[in-house]
């Protein structure tokens, strides 16, 4: 066995006392074994020419520093090694027990982190992240105008992107950037507005896709109330941060006069509409995997919804995409029935609700 070695220099490792080796096989390597070709990672002591054998790991940064390596021949060599370059017992008494990490952390501060106060506000509620346009994440709040109803009712939105700033970059594990989704309402008359849905409640950002919960919900679109002016309709805007996930609208229908929202499964209808599986929790492996993208559009007449299906965006991580649609196409989807009728191109949602000028009252 052929066996190489690499330096590595970490920047949350104490460079100053030691030199740190990752040992590989090399003749598995050149073979394209399948297998782990890691041997070890090593750290030598500079001044005591100690070796010590780690795991790269957290548990460094707390203090576990390894073992020392003991071998007859290895012996040997750090004897030699002393000698010649005058290492002292004393030398070896104050070097050896030098941690591997920089700096240790106590555990129960591992995790801890700080959040960061609001730095950037607008009027976007849909996709509002902590790195939009910077860097680093900062926290941001979105809060879209006040939309009335006919009847009467006023609501708007709010997301607040919540970035943290760890304590010890080395072992957290948490979260960056965390996002609260509220809906307010004000009934008619009413000055003071109340809390219809929050995400911080216990699957108060969960909507079903394909008959499952999907609770990754990080912004909010409101679309309009419908003509009666008691039913108001938003799209959840769901993604998973640090991760290649697409993008996800989901209809949600707020009933004024139940107090309770409706969470149609459309994307269950329209996968059996373009027969995909493309959001099936376990797809068959021989079936259609057609992508599209679904968004609110407004209230039919009827009370029904009018939904939108387009091309997603290319996706540059995926080996091949299919769509299940080239141009923007409208669709009614009624309610009670679950069927999808297809509408003209050129048709326009009617707008019922009323965008307000005036902001949003400050909470």
Request: proline share 6%; aromatic share 12%; with cysteine.
């Amino acid at each position: 066995m052929d066996v190489k070695w690499d330096v590595q220099s970490v920047p949350t490792m104490n460079n100053q006392v030691y030199y740190f080796f990752w040992i590989y096989n090399a003749t598995a390597q050149k073979e394209r074994d399948i297998g782990s070709i890691s041997v070890g990672n090593y750290a030598v002591n500079k001044y005591t020419a100690d070796v010590r054998c780690w795991q790269v790991s957290p548990d460094v940064s707390f203090g576990d520093d390894g073992v020392l390596v003991n071998a007859n021949a290895l012996e040997r060599v750090q004897g030699e090694l002393r000698k010649k370059h005058g290492v002292t017992t004393a030398t070896i008494e104050e070097y050896r027990s030098a941690h591997l990490a920089k700096r240790i952390i106590p555990r129960e501060q591992a995790q801890s982190a700080t959040p960061l106060p609001v730095t950037r506000r607008s009027n976007e509620t849909a996709e509002v992240s902590c790195w939009g346009g910077s860097d680093h994440p900062i926290s941001r709040l979105g809060r879209s105008p006040i939309i009335s109803s006919s009847a009467g009712y006023r609501a708007y939105a709010e997301v607040e992107a919540t970035a943290f700033k760890p304590k010890y970059q080395e072992t957290y594990a948490g979260s960056l950037c965390e996002n609260r989704v509220r809906l307010f309402l004000a009934i008619p008359g009413a000055s003071s507005f109340q809390t219809i849905l929050d995400s911080n409640s216990p699957k108060g950002d969960c909507v079903t896709v394909e008959g499952a919960d999907a609770c990754d919900v990080k912004g909010v679109d409101l679309v309009d109330w419908s003509r009666d002016g008691r039913f108001l309709l938003a799209d959840l805007v769901l993604w998973v941060y640090e991760s290649d996930a697409l993008v996800m609208r989901v209809p949600v229908i707020y009933n004024v006069a139940k107090n309770e929202f409706a969470r149609p499964d459309v994307y269950r209808f329209f996968d059996e509409y373009y027969k995909t599986d493309f959001f099936k929790e376990k797809p068959d492996p021989a079936g259609s995997r057609c992508e599209f993208e679904l968004r609110a559009e407004g209230f039919a007449p009827d009370g029904n919804l009018i939904l939108s299906a387009s091309r997603p965006p290319d996706d540059p991580t995926a080996d091949e995409q299919v769509f299940c649609v080239n141009k923007k196409q409208a669709f009614q989807f009624e309610l009670e029935t679950n069927k999808i009728k297809r509408l003209p191109f050129d048709y326009k949602a009617q707008r019922y609700g009323t965008l307000n000028t005036q902001s949003a009252p400050k909470l």
